[in-house]
Structure formats: structure tokens, C-alpha cells
């Protein structure tokens, strides 16, 4: 018998908090924490990133559910009220971003930073974000993928019972596509804080490059799913992108049924593979016209306070005062060279000699 977890965490009063929320709210805060803590590196005070997520995540999660109701307009068009229902599922990604980033650009430069550099430093909490984000939809039993057999998710994927319980849907088992690309988003995390150490690193790489990491797994993530947005596009479109996808295949795993209602394109995977195309060529053509003569680990200045010492700064004065003073304090003085005992003798001169 399968346990399957309450998506209502606790209630208060007559009122239901659900784990999807509780989840975004904790993917939330380890994004700022994480941002933080590499903003301390450039003297960016802590209440820059605290104020840029209370504008950030509701811009995000608006935009987001925008997305998804304008592709599923059908579903919602008889209903209005049901497009509110956001604890329900039901969210874009692409769709967050797209809010994300749009109040992050007027945020950041009314504060009087470069854009690319603070999503530079943001850009590991994306994926931090939506690794643990995606938790929620394991929760609210959405966003998984095609059918499969138990033995696959036990003895294969070796994965522990609450999970594949959990992705026993109505009696019938499904590819924990939610658990592929939330550990797929670590993985991405991980190569992101190596890659922002490397002197090599232009200002703006670093969030390019998180663009370039997670489409490539949602490109390949997306086709087993079975609730992808989709429109109707050209059979060579289809093809191409089904072409491109078939290494999985070889790897015995088959593309999620797509109902032909909706398309026989996956809008995610469609956009998936533009991004990849137009962020390495951002990076060639940021490269080759000077746009990106910054580097990673060059100071972050905002025009607004260029003049004023940086909290950085500030704390590495103050360390070197006290080095200097513990130099001065431990040094040992100089013994003074004893000088030359006189003698009473007094040495002729040539003249004295001749007298």
C-alpha cells in the first residue's frame, strides 16, 4: 500500500498552508543566503539582495503563472478564478525568469550596479532556487514524466520508497522527471562555484553560462514529461528536435505521451535549445566587441556610492592595521652594537715621528 504525502503541510485556522509553498519559500531563502555570502566578497551590503527577492520572487511566481495560463487558456478560460489558484500547480519556469529578470534589470540599475555583474553573482541561486523548487512539484505529484515499471524505480534508479511511492499516479508508476532535473541543478551549482573562481571568466559568463547548464538538461528532461506546453509547429520542426533528443533513446528511455491537442512541439524544449544557440553566441559576440572586457572577479562599484569605501574594503583596512600592529609589537628591538674600548695609547703620527 502507498503512502502518499498530504500536499497540506499544516493549517492555521481555517486556513491551508501547503508544502509547495513552504518548498519555494526554502529555495527562496538558500538563492539569498547563497548570494549573500558571495555579495560580501564584493562589499555588497546584505539588504541589496533582501530587498531585490521581496521584488524578485512575487515578479517571478506573477509572471509565471502568466505564462502557464496564457498556453493553457483553454483550461481557464471558462473559470477565471481557477488562474489564481497558484498553490495548485501549475507554474512556467521560463515564465519566472522572464519576471525575474525584468524587475531585476530596473531594480539593479536604479541602484546603480551593471545588471550582468549582480546576475553573476545571482545566478547559482537560481539553480539553488529550482534544485529544491522542484521538491514542490514531487509534493503536488506534477511534472513527472511517462509511465514505468516499479522494478525501474527500485532496482534501477535504486530510489528510497517515498519517492516512488509518491510517483505511483492513479495505479500506474511514472519517471520521477522532477527528481532528474532538481539533481541535474546541484550538479549545475556545483560547476557554477568552481567556474566563478577561474580568472579567465568575463563579467556576465557566469549567468550565461547558468542559461546554457539548465537548458541543456530541460531540453532532455522536458520530452519525458507528460504535461509539456505545447504548440502546433511544422513536422520538420517536430522531427529535428525528436532527432536531436534520440541519444536517450539509446539509453532505454522513451519520450512522455504529448497529447496532440495541444501540439507536436514542447514549447520548453523548443526554448531550451534557442537559448543554448543564443547564449554561446552572446558570449562570442560580447567577447569579440569588447562588451565583456570586465572580468568575474573584478570589483563591483555602484555609480551611486563609487566614491565611498566598500564594507570589503573597510574590514581589509582594518585587518592590515592590526597585522601591522602585531608586527610592531612582536618584533624584537635591535641590540646596540657595542662600541670600540679606547685605549690610553695614542698612536704618532709620521710628523710627530720626525720631531
Given at each position: 500500500?502507498?503512502?502518499?504525502?498530504?500536499?497540506?503541510?499544516?493549517?492555521?485556522?481555517?486556513?491551508?498552508?501547503?508544502?509547495?509553498?513552504?518548498?519555494?519559500?526554502?529555495?527562496?531563502?538558500?538563492?539569498?543566503?547563497?548570494?549573500?555570502r558571495e555579495g560580501k566578497r564584493f562589499g555588497i551590503p546584505q539588504e541589496f539582495f533582501m530587498d531585490l527577492l521581496l521584488l524578485g520572487v512575487p515578479s517571478a511566481i506573477v509572471a509565471?503563472?502568466?505564462?502557464?495560463?496564457?498556453?493553457?487558456?483553454?483550461?481557464?478560460?471558462?473559470?477565471i478564478w481557477d488562474a489564481f489558484k497558484i498553490w495548485e500547480g501549475g507554474i512556467a519556469i521560463y515564465g519566472a525568469l522572464i519576471g525575474a529578470i525584468i524587475c531585476a534589470v530596473i531594480?539593479?540599475?536604479?541602484?546603480?550596479?551593471?545588471?550582468?555583474?549582480?546576475?553573476?553573482?545571482?545566478?547559482?541561486?537560481?539553480?539553488?532556487?529550482?534544485?529544491?523548487?522542484?521538491?514542490?512539484?514531487?509534493?503536488?505529484?506534477?511534472?513527472?514524466?511517462?509511465?514505468?515499471?516499479?522494478?525501474?524505480?527500485?532496482?534501477?534508479?535504486?530510489?528510497?520508497?517515498?519517492?516512488?511511492?509518491?510517483?505511483?499516479?492513479?495505479?500506474?508508476?511514472?519517471?520521477?522527471?522532477?527528481?532528474?532535473?532538481?539533481?541535474?541543478?546541484?550538479?549545475?551549482?556545483?560547476?557554477?562555484?568552481?567556474?566563478?573562481?577561474?580568472?579567465?571568466?568575463?563579467?556576465?559568463?557566469?549567468?550565461?553560462?547558468?542559461?546554457?547548464?539548465?537548458?541543456?538538461?530541460?531540453?532532455?528532461?522536458?520530452?519525458?514529461?507528460?504535461?509539456?506546453?505545447?504548440?502546433?509547429?511544422?513536422?520538420?520542426?517536430?522531427?529535428?528536435?525528436?532527432?536531436?533528443?534520440?541519444?536517450?533513446?539509446?539509453?532505454?528511455?522513451?519520450?512522455?505521451?504529448?497529447?496532440?491537442?495541444?501540439?507536436?512541439?514542447?514549447?520548453?524544449?523548443?526554448?531550451?535549445?534557442?537559448?543554448?544557440?543564443?547564449?554561446?553566441?552572446?558570449?562570442?559576440?560580447?567577447?569579440?566587441?569588447?562588451?565583456?572586457?570586465?572580468?568575474?572577479?573584478?570589483?563591483?562599484?555602484?555609480?551611486?556610492?563609487?566614491?565611498?569605501?566598500?564594507?570589503?574594503?573597510?574590514?581589509?583596512?582594518?585587518?592590515r592595521k592590526e597585522e601591522l600592529s602585531e608586527q610592531r609589537s612582536t618584533s624584537t628591538p635591535e641590540t646596540p652594537k657595542p662600541q670600540a674600548r679606547q685605549t690610553d695609547s695614542v698612536?704618532?703620527?709620521?710628523?710627530?715621528?720626525?720631531?
Open positions: 500500500m502507498s503512502l502518499l504525502i498530504n500536499p497540506i503541510a499544516f493549517q492555521i485556522g481555517s486556513l491551508p498552508v501547503h508544502w509547495y509553498g513552504i518548498i519555494l519559500g526554502l529555495g527562496a531563502l538558500a538563492g539569498l543566503l547563497l548570494a549573500i509565471a503563472r502568466i505564462y502557464y495560463v496564457a498556453f493553457k487558456w483553454e483550461d481557464y478560460k471558462d473559470n531594480y539593479v540599475r536604479r541602484q546603480g550596479y551593471s545588471f550582468w555583474r549582480i546576475a553573476d553573482v545571482c545566478a547559482p541561486s537560481l539553480l539553488i532556487g529550482q534544485a529544491i523548487g522542484r521538491w514542490g512539484n514531487f509534493v503536488n505529484q506534477e511534472a513527472y514524466g511517462g509511465p514505468v515499471e516499479e522494478s525501474f524505480l527500485r532496482n534501477t534508479l535504486h530510489l528510497p520508497d517515498f519517492i516512488i511511492d509518491q510517483m505511483n499516479v492513479k495505479g500506474v508508476f511514472h519517471h520521477p522527471t522532477f527528481l532528474y532535473e532538481s539533481l541535474w541543478n546541484f550538479v549545475g551549482i556545483a560547476l557554477l562555484l568552481v567556474l566563478r573562481r577561474q580568472k579567465f571568466l568575463r563579467a556576465g559568463e557566469l549567468f550565461i553560462s547558468y542559461f546554457i547548464w539548465y537548458s541543456i538538461g530541460r531540453f532532455f528532461i522536458e520530452a519525458l514529461r507528460t504535461d509539456s506546453l505545447a504548440f502546433q509547429g511544422s513536422a520538420g520542426l517536430a522531427s529535428f528536435l525528436n532527432s536531436l533528443w534520440s541519444p536517450m533513446t539509446w539509453m532505454g528511455f522513451e519520450q512522455g505521451y504529448l497529447d496532440p491537442v495541444y501540439g507536436n512541439v514542447r514549447i520548453s524544449q523548443l526554448l531550451a535549445l534557442l537559448i543554448i544557440i543564443a547564449a554561446v553566441a552572446l558570449i562570442v559576440i560580447r567577447r569579440t566587441t569588447g562588451k565583456a572586457s570586465a572580468r568575474y572577479m573584478d570589483p563591483i562599484v555602484s555609480t551611486k556610492n563609487a566614491g565611498a569605501p566598500t564594507p570589503e574594503a573597510d574590514l581589509n583596512r582594518s585587518r698612536v704618532d703620527s709620521p710628523d710627530d715621528k720626525e720631531k
